[in-house]
């Protein structure tokens, strides 16, 4: 389509809506790898800090009740 003005050739409304709507949708195909991969981060971290938790219960059991501190023996 040109113009009158030179012939320059405008976009066509149904271009510009396809084209608008590729660039959307490829910043939420990666922002939905980005939440995949932060959920399992997440699970990753929480299972590693379970296992010092479960160290220290088992052996805190192991202490025994009441740890008495001399200052003349440090």
């Known amino acids: 389509m040109a113009d009158g003005s030179g012939g320059v050739q405008k976009r066509t409304h149904s271009h510009h809506s396809l084209r608008q709507t590729q660039c959307?949708?490829?910043?939420?195909i990666f922002q939905?790898?980005?939440?995949v991969i932060?959920?399992?981060?997440?699970?990753e971290l929480?299972?590693?800090?379970k296992y010092p938790?479960?160290?220290n219960q088992i052996?805190?059991?192991k202490l025994p009740k009441c740890i008495m501190s001399h200052p003349e023996l440090h």
């Open 59 to 61: 052996l805190r059991s």
């Open 32 to 35: 939905s790898l980005q939440l």
């Open 38 to 43: 932060a959920g399992v981060a997440q699970k």
């Open 24 to 28: 959307n949708s490829k910043p939420n």
């Open 53 to 55: 938790k479960v160290d």
């Open 46 to 49: 929480a299972r590693q800090v």
